[in-house]
Structure formats: structure tokens, C-alpha cells
């Protein structure tokens, strides 16, 4: 059962019966001009993904909350963000909403901007050392707040013996409430997807010293 419990399958399923549980499903995404090759992992990854969490569902019980990173509304409005941000991790979280889990706001709208506006600064390239350092520090203290508010929407919002989904980018530094126990879905094809990812950097390292 290693395959479908991705990297929990060590404890017996029975030891996480009770208390607040939260799936955390590192989150991917594809753009535009995305390489075929690419779209085929990712397609599988997010199969992967949906069977994963079905399987922990029956194990563990009903999810009853779904939380996505860069929304910040609940219900339907939250549906149709999601829906036009992603619309592969929309469409397994339909699937638990139709069966009666409810979409919460996750993000705090001013700090989520707030911390895009300082990431697009960083990525023009500024030219004046200072001017940079400044930009750097408040790029760094606006993603501590927005850490902090993800952690406070949870910790508020999942309800005792309760089960959630969490879709964020695997590279997040949100400390989670102690008394959550989180479940770390990774599957296979997640795998495959970093090895093509380091493959096509290095090959694109290659091209540009030659």
C-alpha cells in the first residue's frame, strides 16, 4: 500500500483515526507553450493524485474542507478561481465538494497581493544594490505574513476531527497547527515530474555555456 499512501505508509491506518487531519498535495501547475512531454507527466501526476486522496478518504474518513493556495474567497467564487487558476486540481476538488466537502477561503487578499507585488519587483531585476536589499526584505516579510495568516485560516477553520486538503506548492513555510496531523500525498508520477524538471535545466545549463 506504499504506492497509494505516498509517504505515510509506515504507521498503521488506525493510529490516525481521531483529531484534525489535513492532505497536503504539493501543487503543479502548466502554462502556456508548456511542452508536451511535460503536460502527459503532469496529466498522470494528478490521476495519481485523485486516487491518493480517495484512498486516504475511505481509510480516514469524509473530507469536509478544501483549502487551495492564491484563493481567497469560499463557495462558488472560490470554485471559479480555482477553475481558471488550475483546472486539474479544480476538477478533484469538485469531486469532494460533490460529495459534500465545503470550499474555504485560504489566503488574506491584501497579503497575498501584497506579496506578488514585491515577487514581480524581485524578478524585473533592479539595478541599485539598496533599492534591491529593500525590495528583498519586504518580499521575505510579506510571505512571513502570509504563512501566518494560511496557518490562522486553517487552524480556525478546521474543526475538530475534521479532515482537509490542502493544494500548495511543495516549497511552502507554513507551520501548521501541532495538533494537525498532516498527510503528505506523493505520488510516483511526482517523482518523474521533478527528474524531467532537473533534466530540462540542465540541458538548458548545457545549451547556454556552449
Not at 481521531?18 to 502556456?32: D, H, Q, T
Not at 501584497?114 to 539595478?127: A, F, K, P, T, V
Not at 507551520?175 to 506523493?186: E, K
Amino acid at each position: 500500500m506504499a504506492e497509494e499512501l505516498g509517504k505515510i505508509e509506515k504507521p498503521a491506518v488506525d493510529s490516525f483515526k481521531k483529531g484534525r487531519k489535513l492532505f497536503f498535495v504539493p501543487i503543479l501547475y502548466s502554462g502556456e507553450g508548456t511542452p508536451e512531454e511535460y503536460i502527459k507527466l503532469l496529466n498522470k501526476y494528478w490521476q495519481q493524485v485523485g486516487r491518493q486522496l480517495d484512498d486516504l478518504s475511505l481509510k480516514l474518513g469524509t473530507v469536509n474542507r478544501i483549502f487551495h493556495e492564491m484563493i481567497d474567497a469560499g463557495g462558488e467564487q472560490g470554485m471559479s478561481a480555482i477553475k481558471e487558476l488550475n483546472e486539474r486540481s479544480f476538477n478533484i476538488i469538485k469531486s469532494f465538494i460533490d460529495k459534500q466537502a465545503s470550499m474555504e477561503a485560504l489566503e488574506d487578499s491584501g497579503l497575498l497581493t501584497e506579496y506578488m507585488d514585491w515577487s514581480r519587483c524581485l524578478m524585473i531585476g533592479l539595478q541599485n544594490p539598496g533599492v534591491n536589499s529593500k525590495v528583498y526584505e519586504s518580499y521575505i516579510e510579506a510571505g512571513k505574513k502570509r504563512n501566518e495568516e494560511i496557518n490562522k485560516k486553517i487552524d480556525e477553520t478546521l474543526k475538530e476531527n475534521e479532515i482537509g486538503i490542502l493544494m500548495m506548492r511543495e516549497n511552502h513555510q507554513v507551520q501548521f497547527p501541532a495538533d494537525i496531523q498532516v498527510f503528505y500525498v506523493s505520488p510516483p508520477a511526482l517523482d518523474e515530474v521533478k527528474r524531467w524538471s532537473r533534466e530540462q535545466e540542465i540541458k538548458s545549463s548545457k545549451e547556454e555555456t556552449s
